[in-house]
T-cell receptor, first 116, second 113 residues
Framework: EAEVAQSPRYKITEKSQAVAFWCDPI?????LYWYRQILGQGPELLVQ????????DSQLPKDRFSAERLKGVDSTLKIQPAELGDSAMYLC??????????????FGEGSRLTVL | GENVEQHPSTLSVQEGDSAVIKCTYS??????FPWYKQELGKGPQLIID?????GEKKDQRIAVTLNKTAKHFSLHITETQPEDSAVYFC????????????FGSGTRLQVQP
């Protein structure tokens, strides 16, 4: 069964350090999302890609966060410098439909970040 | 933008009882309402969804109802089992400027054997 792959599963870092997360969506899925989930809360959208283009990054803290999907396949989310408040689960998800959810959103298992 | 509120935050039921989780949304243009189940240490997984042209949908022990006028939708789980214990999230999708799901804050369901 096709899955969304994410790495690393766990990352512990000190504040002010740089950290990066990688996501490989299900093959053929044009739309890729990065969500942040703080413990005890629902996922919140950080950035949405359609192929290699960003279609929504309005909630991405651009002073420290960046995201790219250069070839329209896998994606990297970077934080530099990390702050204590960035401790959360970073979830990647993908879906088939361009510009609209046509069905199921598939999530990866997430990357849990702890900033000390 | 869309705002989704979910209640209750925690729910404990006895095995075999029913569980109901309720959500309200703010944007009348929202047209797709999925429910996700998240087990410990895993990403959310879709369990059922409903579109705005349907009032109710059922899949075995799980059903979802939608009231567009009141802007609320609910998840119903019947004959609960211990493996139903997880965190459940409702979500709403608006096909306007922001084409992504907005999630509720989650309900932790505990099914007592």
């Amino acid at each position: 069964e096709a899955e969304v792959a994410q790495s690393p599963r766990y990352k512990i870092t000190e504040k002010s350090q740089a950290v990066a997360f990688w996501c490989d969506p299900i093959s053929g899925h044009a739309t890729l999302y990065w969500y942040r989930q703080i413990l005890g809360q629902g996922p919140e959208l950080l950035v949405q890609f359609q192929d290699e283009s960003v279609v929504d990054d309005s909630q991405l803290p651009k002073d420290r966060f960046s995201a790219e999907r250069l070839k329209g396949v896998d994606s990297t989310l970077k934080i530099q410098p990390a702050e204590l408040g960035d401790s959360a689960m970073y979830l990647c998800a993908s879906s088939l439909g361009p510009q609209e959810i046509t069905g199921e959103l598939f999530f990866g298992e997430g990357s849990r970040l702890t900033v000390l | 933008g869309e705002n989704v509120e979910q209640h209750p935050s925690t729910l404990s039921v006895q095995e075999g009882d029913s569980a109901v989780i309720k959500c309200t949304y703010s944007d009348s243009a929202s047209n797709y309402f999925p429910w996700y189940k998240q087990e410990l240490g895993k990403g959310p997984q879709l369990i059922i969804d409903i579109r705005s042209n349907v009032g109710e949908k059922k899949d075995q022990r799980i059903a979802v109802t939608l009231n567009k006028t009141a802007k609320h939708f609910s998840l119903h789980i019947t004959e609960t089992q211990p493996e139903d214990s997880a965190v459940y999230f409702c979500a709403a999708f608006t096909g306007g400027g922001r084409r992504a799901l907005t999630f509720g804050s989650g309900t932790r369901l505990q099914v007592q054997p």
